[in-house]
């Protein structure tokens, strides 16, 4: 049956505008998002593969070499096999930097702008051939049906046409940041079309050539030369190089990378991929030799690349129109999608980086109308390499030329992702050589033949081969020679250390580690004041809230990590807008770090930390019981019951635990990647002054928070590792909130003075006493003294007892309502004399020690750092400890002298002396060697406590004698004027 033109386009222009409704109304969200996220959309999507090469090249393919067809869907089907394993980590770096093509993942892994526009110019060389194989596939197969003579100015038309469905599709939105949800959902349904369509053909070559599978066989049977033409070519082993070619071009051919990776809805979709677009490519394999073998058993009336048309015009009826529409399907998705891959390459790598941006421009109107002049010259590129070149070859010649061009592409694509050591250098070596290789063996040769280089040619001993002979020894001549450039020239010349830290982030084994580097910048305004100039400020604006966005930061931040994440941002998305070399160089050039010399470097271990928690459950084996050791100790950090501070060598904030947070009212979240001392009033100013004080130990220093005393014990420790993974030169500080600790020494010492008090009760009784009789019977004397002179000496009398009665008032009410925690908050200069003396008055007022014999040795001279009541309570505890162990025969002397920056105070008796078993025990609470009923065990870690508050020490010796004895030193801080 014959067509007219009109109705082939027709067909063409109405499926073509199903697919955008198809589009639309995805893009609307009339379909719900569980359908356009589900694995079968991603699956059906990468049919995209299946070119009009796999509806009409494949067959011709088997007619000329037989199984060797196989290959086209072996190399697919291997590449998805392996997904987790190849594709996995190309789609979580595409992800993570916003990568659109494998030229942007060059330029990124390879920190080279020419790397990226290289990797543009050989690729868009090498698809050439493939689109033209489109265009003609279309406009030949309209020419079989229709019976018109030339097929190039259908060409024409159906390359305006698919120009303006490809902007449609695709070139609506400035960025590719954006998914193309509704594209994603036409192209699995311009899958399904095709895999149904082709199906169909096959079908009616099995039941309306044949009559069903049993008469195949039979036909089969009768012509056993078919199945041998099948097997013949296989034995030339040229089979292996076109594998690989088809393997590779599944991964690197624009239209797979952006369907694959760019346009992933769904990453898990990817397992899912992994068996089930194999699946599909399976069924289409075996539609193949079915109507190989109908169009050769019904005389089709078309070349081989066009069996599944002949099929449908022997049959009759509209069986014909299935295998347009199969090509169609192929030939339009194809187009659509790889002109949408290839302008977004040429605008990132060639038309960007030769353009600079100004001020002032409406950015994102311009890069659209970019991309879609880009698609139109595109398209136009492909129509004349069709008119030139590519109307005497057939698809599977056109088709070859691209799948080996995609060869060139391994070598930096394994140095990508597998091997670190790779450089640009050797990149641009290696695709230089390969590409040459291609270029002048096979490429001209097939498509000039009068431009062939015999010389060369014959040099590599490829003169007289052609066909599969040609393309193999091609393919691994080329392939060859460009890895080997590449691993020599990289071996040999230096990286950069920017090309280190993305082969780094790139390899597969690897995670990001940034560093923590100081930005210039130290706003979130001052970020839009820097860009403001490449972008505009309009532009600027925009970039940056919708990296606040993303990161679900405020405005207002200005935390040093969090700059540091808004860049990485930042220059993420406009990978995406502009492309990766654009947008780190722009980065570089607006939004610099200061000078290395000028700061540290070392990692940035929070956001390595939030990283592994993401790959969680990506690790296993050694790897998982590593991160499970690592999780243990930073829950036990976090949970310690001390505050613990951990700070990067610039006094940035990268830990701070839940005793912290509880501590200071003020969340992780908020201090993470802040600088020590951007903390609020008080804390920031109090725990800088501490870390950059020489004294690693602050005992217990107090702090006023909300009008509330607060006491602290804080100490520090430097961080000496080595490399930057250790953070060296950091600090950790750990805080101890000692409170409740201080009130709790503070009642006991209180009640200690009241115990005290008690028992000097009848002692002040009895001192008391005696100048309360003396007053009354000088007062008596009075009334019979009529001497002036005799009177005024009595009431100096009088005066004198009354004011001894005052002291010793004084000293009890003083003692007892001394050392609370407001009273003790300053330490003034002490006279260790004057507080021994009164020490030992005190003493003295008790029954039991009124007739103890003290001796004070200490010189007038000798001044302490310290609180005195606190001090007195040492003293007294210490003389009456004494007192208890001696008989009032036995001196208890107090000596004192300087050492260095310190006073040595010893309080030596001759006593009964300290149980040797008590030594270790001594200073702690409620260890005690008195009689039951005597002591409580408190006085001596009270001492301990105070002498450690006042920065000193104290230890013990005993016996000091034959018969016993002990001797307490004392170490306090002399005070600074009496040096």
């Given at each position: 049956m014959v067509y007219s033109v009109s109705e082939l386009i027709a067909i063409a222009g109405g499926y073509l505008l199903f697919l955008f409704f198809v589009a639309w109304i995805t893009e609307r969200g009339?379909?719900?998002?569980?359908?356009?996220?589900?694995?079968?959309?991603?699956?059906?999507?990468?049919?995209?593969?299946?070119?009009?090469?796999?509806?009409?090249?494949?067959?011709?393919?088997?007619?000329?070499?037989?199984?060797?067809?196989?290959?086209?869907?072996?190399?697919?089907?291997?590449?998805?096999?392996?997904?987790?394993?190849?594709l996995a980590p190309i789609l979580r770096l595409t992800a993570t930097y916003q990568l659109s093509s494998l030229a942007d993942l060059f330029a990124f892994r390879y920190r080279s702008r020419m790397a990226g526009a290289m990797t543009t110019i050989i690729m868009l060389i090498g698809v050439l051939p493939l689109l033209a194989l489109q265009l003609k596939a279309v406009a030949e197969s309209i020419q079989i049906l229709s019976g018109t003579d030339d097929p190039r100015s259908l060409a024409a038309g159906f390359c305006m046409m698919m120009v303006i469905f490809a902007i449609l599709f695709g070139a609506r939105h400035a960025t590719a940041r954006e998914k193309h949800e509704g594209l994603v959902v036409a192209i699995a349904t311009e899958s399904l079309i095709k895999l149904v369509a082709f199906g169909a053909v096959a079908l009616l070559g099995l039941y309306g050539v044949f009559d069903g599978p049993e008469s195949l066989g039979q036909w089969l049977d009768d012509h056993p030369e078919m199945l041998s033409r099948l097997y013949y070519p296989l034995q030339d082993g040229t089979w292996h190089s076109m594998i690989m070619a088809f393997f590779v071009s599944a991964v690197v051919l624009p239209h797979m990378f952006y369907m694959a990776f760019t346009e992933n809805l769904n990453p898990r979709a990817l397992i899912t991929a992994s068996w089930a677009l194999p699946l599909m490519f399976l069924v289409m394999a075996l539609c193949v030799p079915v109507i190989l073998w109908a169009a050769a058993a019904s005389n089709a009336p078309t070349s081989p690349d066009y069996y599944a048309l002949g099929i449908g015009l022997v049959t009759g009826g509209h069986g014909a129109v299935l295998g347009y529409l199969a090509g169609l399907a192929g030939?339009?998705?194809?187009?659509?999608?790889?002109?949408?891959?290839?302008?977004?390459?040429?605008?990132?790598?060639?038309?960007?980086?030769?353009?600079?941006?100004?001020?002032?421009?409406?950015?994102?109107?311009?890069?659209?109308?970019?991309?879609?002049?880009?698609?139109?010259?595109?398209?136009?590129?492909?129509?004349?390499?069709?008119?030139?070149?590519?109307?005497?070859?057939?698809?599977?010649?056109?088709?070859?030329?691209?799948?080996?061009?995609?060869?060139?592409?391994?070598?930096?694509?394994?140095?990508?992702?597998?091997?670190?050591?790779?450089?640009?250098?050797?990149?641009?070596?290696?695709?230089?050589?390969?590409?040459?290789?291609?270029?002048?063996?096979?490429?001209?040769?097939?498509?000039?033949?009068?431009?062939?280089?015999?010389?060369?040619?014959?040099?590599?001993?490829?003169?007289?081969?052609?066909?599969?002979?040609?393309?193999?020894?091609?393919?691994?001549?080329?392939?060859?020679?460009?890895?080997?450039?590449?691993?020599?020239?990289?071996?040999?010349?230096?990286?950069?250390?920017?090309?280190?830290?993305?082969?780094?982030a790139c390899a597969v084994d690897s995670l990001r580690r940034p560093y923590r580097w100081e930005l210039e910048a130290k706003s979130v305004d001052d970020f839009i004041d820097a860009l403001s100039q490449p972008l505009g400020p309009i532009t600027a604006t925009r970039e940056v809230e919708m990296a606040l966005r993303d990161l679900r930061l405020p405005r207002t931040e200005t935390r040093p990590y969090a700059l540091r994440r808004l860049r990485d941002q930042l220059e993420t998305n406009l990978s995406g807008l502009l492309g990766p070399s654009v947008s780190h160089q722009l980065m570089d050039d607006h939004l610099p770090y200061l000078p290395e010399e000028e700061q540290s470097s070392s990692e940035d271990i929070q956001f390595i930390e939030s990283r592994l928690e993401q790959y969680r459950d990506r690790l296993s084996?050694?790897?998982?019981?590593?991160?499970?050791?690592?999780?243990?100790?930073?829950?036990?950090?976090?949970?310690?019951?001390?505050?613990?501070?951990?700070?990067?060598?610039?006094?940035?904030?990268?830990?701070?635990?839940?005793?912290?947070?509880?501590?200071?009212?003020?969340?992780?979240?908020?201090?993470?990647?802040?600088?020590?001392?951007?903390?609020?009033?008080?804390?920031?100013?109090?725990?800088?002054?501490?870390?950059?004080?020489?004294?690693?130990?602050?005992?217990?220093?107090?702090?006023?928070?909300?009008?509330?005393?607060?006491?602290?014990?804080?100490?520090?420790?430097?961080?000496?590792?080595?490399?930057?993974?250790?953070?060296?030169?950091?600090?950790?500080?750990?805080?101890?909130?000692?409170?409740?600790?201080?009130?709790?020494?503070?009642?006991?010492?209180?009640?200690?003075?009241?115990?005290?008090?008690?028992r000097l009760a009848a002692g002040v009784a009895h001192e008391i006493g005696n100048p309360v009789t003396a007053i009354a019977c000088l007062a008596q004397n009075l009334d019979s003294e009529s001497d002036a002179e005799e009177q005024l000496e009595t009431s100096q009398q009088i005066l004198e007892q009354t004011r001894r009665i005052t002291r010793i008032v004084e000293s009890l009410v003083t003692f007892s309502h001394s050392g609370g925690i407001k009273q003790s908050a300053h330490h003034v200069p002490v006279n260790v004399r004057d507080t021994v003396d009164e020490a030992i008055s005190l003493l003295l007022l008790d029954p039991d020690h009124r007739l103890q014999q003290f001796e004070n040795h200490c010189a007038n001279d000798g001044w302490a750092h310290g609180d005195p009541q606190r001090l007195l309570q040492v003293f007294i505890n210490l003389l009456g400890n004494a007192a208890d162990a001696c008989t009032a025969e036995q001196a208890i002397r107090i000596y004192c002298e300087e050492t260095e920056a310190y006073l040595e105070v010893r309080v030596e008796d001759q006593g009964h002396g300290i149980p040797e078993g008590m030594h270790d025990t001594l200073f702690e609470p409620f260890a005690t060697s008195k009689a039951p009923g005597r002591g409580t065990g408190l006085g001596l870690a009270l001492v301990y406590s105070i002498i450690e508050e006042h920065f000193g020490s104290i230890s013990v010796e005993s016996p000091i004698c034959d018969a016993g004895g002990t001797r307490f030193i004392i170490r306090l801080p002399i005070h600074a004027a009496s040096l």
């Open positions: 009339w379909l719900p998002a569980h359908w356009v996220r589900h694995p079968a959309v991603y699956v059906f999507s990468l049919g995209v593969y299946a070119s009009a090469w796999a509806v009409y090249g494949s067959v011709g393919y088997a007619y000329q070499y037989g199984y060797n067809f196989l290959s086209y869907f072996l190399g697919i089907s291997g590449v998805f096999l392996l997904a987790p394993i190849l030939a339009s998705g194809m187009l659509i999608v790889a002109t949408l891959a290839l302008s977004g390459m040429c605008l990132n790598h060639l038309v960007l980086p030769a353009s600079p941006l100004h001020q002032g421009q409406n950015l994102y109107r311009n890069l659209l109308w970019t991309r879609r002049i880009l698609i139109a010259a595109i398209l136009a590129l492909a129509y004349l390499f069709y008119r030139f070149t590519g109307a005497g070859h057939t698809l599977v010649e056109l088709g070859v030329l691209s799948f080996v061009a995609t060869l060139q592409f391994v070598p930096g694509l394994i140095g990508a992702l597998f091997w670190p050591s790779g450089n640009r250098n050797g990149l641009f070596a290696g695709l230089t050589v390969g590409f040459l290789c291609w270029l002048l063996l096979l490429l001209l040769p097939i498509t000039y033949p009068s431009w062939q280089l015999p010389q060369l040619m014959e040099l590599l001993g490829m003169r007289f081969h052609t066909g599969p002979d040609q393309w193999h020894h091609v393919a691994i001549a080329s392939v060859s020679a460009n890895a080997l450039v590449f691993a020599i020239v990289s071996i040999v010349t230096p990286m950069s250390r920017a090309e280190k830290n993305a082969a780094e084996g050694l790897a998982a019981e590593l991160d499970g050791l690592r999780r243990f100790h930073r829950q036990t950090l976090l949970e310690l019951p001390m505050g613990v501070i951990s700070l990067g060598a610039d006094d940035e904030i990268i830990g701070w635990n839940q005793a912290m947070e509880a501590l200071t009212n003020i969340s992780a979240a908020d201090t993470i990647g802040s600088r020590l001392s951007d903390l609020v009033d008080p804390w920031g100013e109090f725990f800088t002054r501490f870390s950059r004080d020489d004294n690693p130990h602050q005992p217990q220093l107090s702090l006023e928070v909300q009008g509330q005393t607060r006491w602290l014990s804080l100490h520090k420790s430097s961080v000496m590792g080595i490399g930057t993974a250790e953070q060296a030169g950091g600090q950790v500080l750990v805080i101890e909130d000692i409170t409740e600790l201080r009130h709790m020494e503070a009642h006991l010492a209180h009640n200690e003075r009241l115990a005290s008090i008690g």
